[in-house]
């Protein structure tokens, strides 16, 4: 089926074939009718199937005079994502959208309400825009609940219940989900009256034209890796780390060694995450760094790679993670740097996806180089030993003695057991360095 086939508007049609859509997702197919008579529908599918289409068209071929429509999304990046697709459909239809979220002046907001037919908003911002009178939802025909797993997540269930019960009992409700907690459910079952559901994709990952790898490798040396990877790999980088202060250092790192990366996170102001992101849309910078948090709503086609440089702790982060790659039929990989700290997130992973990743290697290409990584090769209790030969033969004492003053204390030397020249001798991970600085050993190996 073609979009020209489908019972819309000429006015939405020709929006379409204006911007370049001429045949309907799966997604899009099955709900876009649905919309259009006015039921109340749940949709699950995962990241990237084409949903935002299928609400707004359905939206955009009912919707009348005045604010008649609100959809509730979890991040402003998806707000201003909705809101541009929102604005490409309008100019057709003579109907004004207008984005509502937080880190900006809410001056232009409130002016531009005044002639929206569609909201598009975080919680927060509808929320307080609402209680300072701005924003009147009396007149709602159609509510949209957009990512509402990642609405849960992030604690917003509350908001969301705040807001639905001040809008008409008589309403359409449309709720999309990549998965669905109960949690979602029971919010269905309490504000919804007999929904149509249409479940394209399960809570288990589904994408089959997404490459998972995963190498392992300790964290002194993941840069490294990663910088490797992305020069015999060229391509679009979506690296995700666990904090923001490793984004920000991953960043500067790669910076210093002349790639064009740059990180995503919490503290940036919002005209500098706007900046950051249309330079990663327009091919400016070919690396991202983000945290799960800001990376949440981003939309950008062309992802080639999605780098785990630190394992996510829940394995739904995993799948949202590498769902941003393989979009729309695309072929996409995912690659995820696994230390031996990690190893168990890792497994759990594994464990939720019902199948094993399969371990690959990536050669050093030489523009970071790689170290010994001694937290690696330490035991259980953080000890790494150590093969020696001394130039001339030393008490066990004098070892101890010796590496003292050279900053290596007592509780940070393990076992030493010496035969003649010839021994081994175990140090803790973060003095090993130390030891090989230290003149008695004529050969010192791991």
């Not at 005079?65 to 707000?79: C, Y």
């Not at 005044?114 to 609402?130: E, F, N, Q, W």
């Not at 705040?162 to 669905?180: G, V």
Request: proline share 2%.
């Amino acid at each position: 089926m073609r979009f020209k086939d489908m019972r819309i508007s000429e006015k939405t049609k020709k929006a379409l074939k204006l911007q370049g859509f001429h045949e309907p997702t799966e997604v899009q197919e099955k709900a876009i009718p649905i919309g259009i008579e006015g039921k109340d529908l749940i949709v699950q599918s995962k990241t990237g199937s084409g949903k935002t289409l299928a609400f707004l068209i359905s939206i955009f071929e009912n919707v009348g005079k005045g604010l008649e429509a609100i959809v509730l999304v979890p991040t402003r990046e998806l707000a201003q994502q909705v809101e541009k697709v929102a604005r490409m459909l309008g100019k057709s239809h003579a109907k004004s959208t207008v984005a509502i979220y937080g880190g900006v002046s809410m001056e232009n907001q409130i002016r531009d309400l005044k002639y929206a037919s569609i909201v598009v908003g975080t919680p927060g911002r509808i929320m307080d825009l609402m209680r300072r009178g701005y924003l009147n939802l009396d007149r709602i025909k159609f509510f949209v609940l957009d990512e509402a797993d990642r609405m849960l997540d992030m604690g917003f269930i509350d908001d969301i219940k705040w807001i639905l019960q001040r809008t008409p009992e008589e309403k359409q409700i449309m709720l999309f989900s990549a998965t669905m907690p109960q949690e979602i459910v029971n919010l269905a079952r309490r504000y919804m009256r007999d929904p149509v559901k249409i479940y394209l994709s399960k809570d288990e990952l589904t994408a089959d034209n997404i490459a998972q790898y995963y190498v392992e490798v300790g964290e002194v040396n993941k840069i490294a890796k990663l910088s490797s990877l992305i020069i015999q790999e060229r391509g679009k980088y979506l690296v995700f780390c666990n904090t923001r202060r490793k984004t920000k250092s991953v960043a500067e790192i790669l910076q210093k060694y002349g790639f064009r990366a740059y990180a995503l996170h919490g503290d940036m102001r919002q005209a500098a995450r706007t900046k950051t992101m249309n330079a990663y849309k327009d091919g400016k910078i070919d690396i991202l760094i983000s945290t799960d948090v800001a990376a949440r709503g981003i939309d950008v086609h062309g992802i080639t790679h999605v780098v785990n440089y630190d394992v996510p702790l829940y394995p739904k982060d995993y799948v949202h993670r590498i769902g941003r790659t393989g979009r729309m039929d695309a072929h996409g990989k995912a690659i995820t740097f696994v230390s031996r700290e990690e190893m168990e997130y890792f497994r759990r992973i594994e464990d939720y996806l019902g199948k094993r990743i399969q371990k690959i290697e990536i050669k050093n290409a030489g523009k970071i180089k790689e170290r010994i990584d001694y937290r690696e090769h330490s035991d259980i209790f953080g000890f790494v030993k150590f093969r020696f030969e001394l130039r001339n033969e030393l008490s066990e004492w004098d070892i101890v003695k010796i590496a003292d003053n050279a900053g290596i204390s007592e509780d940070s030397i393990g076992d030493i057991y010496l035969q003649g020249k010839r021994g081994e001798i175990k140090v803790h991970y973060r003095s090993a360095p130390k030891l090989k600085r230290i003149r008695i050993f004529k050969e010192l190996r791991l």
